[in-house]
T-cell receptor, first 110, second 115 residues
Framework: DAKTTQPTSMDCAEGRAANLPCNHS???????VYWYRQIHSQGPQYIIH???NNETNEMASLIITEDRKSSTLILPHATLRDTAVYYC???????????FGGGTRLMVKP | NAGVTQTPKFQVLKTGQSMTLQCAQD?????MYWYRQDPGMGLRLIYY???????DKGEVPNGYNVSRLNKREFSLRLESAAPSQTSVYFC??????????????FGPGTRLTVL
């Protein structure tokens, strides 16, 4: 599976959009981009995933560049409860394993 | 639905002791996973079971054994605990390994300290 690079930490003001970047320059054509988050001491929680097209659900939007070498997770109106570590994971369609890197620690501030 | 449950929540062991971590899911999922998370690190896969009756090694299997008891339950055993196994252990499940939609649901974790 392709390796990902994320900033170690980011801050965001409450109510503003949080934009979390992820680089995956070695991604191959059949690999998906997944995002999970882990709120302090809890198990990770699935957020969203995509292959080529931009995706949106009730939690977030995922923007994938045309060359698929990077993506951005967008939380449109961040709240204090969105403070967490966010993991960008690239995974084969048929693969079993999620490989978690260091993630981005997002701090949402009042 | 309780989702994925894990027992115990906390455990302290002495070096050389053995114990089994229990995991159960009530979502009728086929695939189950065991991860460990060391302080400040991401999760690493220990073992997984793609379906009932099968188990496979993940990234860090040494020092562990697993049993897929039935479709609902997947246990992780430490035969002779070592301080390096001090970690938080997460169990996860998904409907079916592989496929384009493979959301994994995680349990609350077991915090293990080996002295």
């Amino acid at each position: 599976d392709a390796k990902t690079t994320q900033p170690t930490s980011m801050d965001c003001a409450e109510g503003r959009a949080a934009n979390l970047p992820c680089n995956h320059s070695t991604i191959s054509g059949n690999e998906y981009v997944y995002w999970y988050r882990q709120i302090h001491s809890q198990g990770p929680q699935y957020i969203i995933h995509g292959l080529k097209n931009n995706e949106t659900n009730e939690m977030a939007s995922l923007i994938i560049t045309e060359d698929r070498k990077s993506s951005t997770l967008i939380l449109p109106h961040a709240t204090l409860r969105d403070t967490a570590v966010y993991y960008c994971i690239v995974k084969l369609d048929a693969g079993n394993m999620l490989t978690f890197g260091g993630g981005t620690r997002l701090m949402v501030k009042p | 639905n309780a989702g994925v449950t894990q027992t115990p929540k906390f455990q302290v062991l002495k070096t050389g002791q053995s114990m089994t971590l229990q995991c159960a899911q009530d979502m009728n999922h086929n695939s189950m996973y065991w991860y460990r998370q060391d302080p400040g690190m991401g999760l690493r896969l220990i073992y997984y079971s793609a379906s009932e009756g099968t188990t496979d090694k993940g990234e860090v299997p040494n020092g562990y054994n697993v049993s897929r008891l039935n479709k609902r339950e997947f246990s992780l055993r430490l035969e002779s605990a070592a301080p390096s196994q001090t970690s938080v252990y997460f169990c996860a499940s998904t409907i079916l390994a592989g496929g384009s939609y493979n959301e994994q649901f995680f349990g609350p974790g077991t915090r293990l300290t080996v002295l």
